[in-house]
């Protein structure tokens, strides 16, 4: 089993809509989990962070955290064109300061 | 504005060169780190360094060796290049563990 697993995709949403990335961990010590957004050649950046389970909101985006089910979302709403990159979830490992990267989802959104 | 700098964007070399990859970071970030990325296998840590001359192995050090002589710089070395090295290397760095990383822009090697 991967330490941090999400689904490949893609997934394909139209412009406006929301949509639903997804990620499981397996360490329950985890502390801390990240999504970083990657465009296409390029490296990947750093989009939300989260650390207490419930919601977390900072603009378009909201990550959800739920520790009891090993669980990390991140909702995009309205999305854009601009939006169609690959998300990669990250989660630490074993409250040390190193990360897991799950393989991320590739999302593309249609005008 | 923040910055992780690898020293270059495309590389070519042969098997069994020994090859240098830098890395700066202007934020003076205590921790770097070293990760490749292929398709399919996501990002696997190399080496990371918690501080100036110490470093630790990742998940997937064989053929790497890294330095941190001064703490801005880490660098990661491939001892004998070999075709299965290949990859896109990307540094990264933070201040600890509630902190997400900064990338650098990336190194795609290509070992022929």
């Known amino acids: 089993q991967k330490e941090v697993e999400q689904n490949s995709g893609p997934l394909s949403v139209p412009e406006g809509a929301i949509a639903s990335l997804n990620c499981t961990y397996s360490?329950?010590?985890?502390?801390?989990f990240f999504w970083y957004r990657q465009y296409s050649g390029k490296s990947p950046e750093l989009i939300m962070s989260?650390?207490?389970?419930g919601d977390k909101e900072d603009g378009r985006f909201t990550a959800q955290l739920n520790k009891a089910s090993q669980y990390v979302s991140l909702l995009i709403r309205d999305s854009q064109p601009s939006d169609s990159a690959t998300y990669l979830c990250a989660v630490n490992v074993n409250n040390f300061n190193k990360f897991y990267f799950g393989s991320g989802t590739k999302l593309n959104v249609k005008p | 504005d923040v910055k992780v700098t690898q020293s270059s964007r495309y590389l070519v070399k042969r098997t069994g060169e020994k090859v240098f990859l830098e890395c700066v970071q202007d934020?003076?970030?205590?921790?770097m780190f070293w990760y490749r990325q292929d398709p399919g296998l996501g990002l696997r840590l190399i080496y990371f360094?918690?501080?100036?001359?110490?470093?630790e192995k990742g998940d997937i050090p064989e053929g790497y060796s890294v330095s941190r002589e001064k703490k801005e710089r880490f660098s990661l070395i491939l001892e004998s290049a070999s075709t299965n090295q290949t990859s896109m290397y990307l540094c990264a760095s933070n201040t600890g563990t509630y902190y997400g990383y900064t990338f650098g822009s990336g190194t795609r090697l290509t070992v022929v």
């Open positions: 934020m003076d970030h205590e921790n």
């Open positions: 360094s918690y501080d100036v001359k110490m470093k």
């Open positions: 360490d329950r010590g985890s502390q801390s």
């Open positions: 989260i650390y207490s389970n």
